[in-house]
């Protein structure tokens, strides 16, 4: 099935510092990426639609000059957190819509394993 | 205003059968999607309606009632391994997904 290779799965940085992080997707192309924040106990919160070629569309209340995204390819979109503060520590996910194969013929959500950002 | 509800936490026992519920209000709708999610993983994919009615995937099974805005997980013989959040999420006109809460499982022995 379709995979979404995300990295780091882990990352701690100091307060000031940029953080990148990417999402690959395997074996299909993405023309789209979804980008999540995940609280601790709490649902997905969409931060940004990311497609490729042309610049990402964000949620309303998500800084994009803190939150950069790109999509250079239709394999790879990286989001970069710039200059981190101790409040943009979360649990970052992104993910892509690859075709279920089911007789729907539906695009299902293929999830990245995460990246826990913790800033200090 | 767009909105999923969803229990926050149940219990059930293992080898039982559970059911989680899920209600929804979305502007338009392009099917309802159930994901399992372990603490501190990324979800994962378990069910997709768009038709009335019942889709059974091994011991998961799930339905839908587009004109009640009703679904619900059915989970049989359940596992240890079970023990995860269910989220809810309905794909609106623009196909975004509005996602629930999720509902915390909690399988005792």
């Known amino acids: 099935g379709a995979v979404v290779s995300q990295h780091p799965s882990r990352v701690i940085c100091k307060s000031g510092t940029s953080v990148k992080i990417e999402c690959r997707s395997l074996d299909f192309q993405a023309t789209t990426m979804f980008w999540y924040r995940q609280f601790p106990k709490k649902s997905l919160m969409l931060m940004a639609t990311s497609n490729e070629g042309s610049k990402a569309t964000y949620e309303q209340g998500v800084e994009k000059d803190k939150f950069l995204i790109n999509h250079a390819s239709l394999t790879l979109s990286t989001l970069t957190v710039t200059s981190a503060h101790p409040e943009d520590s979360s649990f970052y996910i992104c993910?892509?819509?690859?075709?279920?194969?089911?007789?729907?013929?539906?695009?299902?959500?293929?999830f990245g394993a995460g990246s826990r950002l913790t800033v200090l | 205003g767009q909105n999923i509800d969803q229990p926050t936490e149940m219990t059930a026992t293992e080898g039982a059968i559970v059911q989680i519920n899920c209600t929804y209000q979305t502007s338009g709708f392009n099917g309802l999607f159930w994901y399992q999610q372990h603490a501190g993983e990324a979800p994962t994919f378990l069910s997709y309606n768009v038709l009335d009615g019942l889709e059974e995937k091994g011991r998961f099974s799930s339905f839908l009632s587009r004109s009640k805005g009703y679904s619900y997980l059915l989970l049989k013989e359940l596992q240890m391994k079970d023990s995860a959040s269910y989220l809810c999420?309905?794909?609106?006109?623009?196909?975004?997904?509005?996602w629930g809460a999720g509902t915390k499982l909690i399988i005792k022995p």
């Open positions: 999420a309905s794909m609106d006109s623009n196909y975004q997904l509005i």
């Open positions: 993910s892509a819509p690859a075709t279920s194969g089911s007789s729907s013929g539906a695009n299902v959500l293929t």
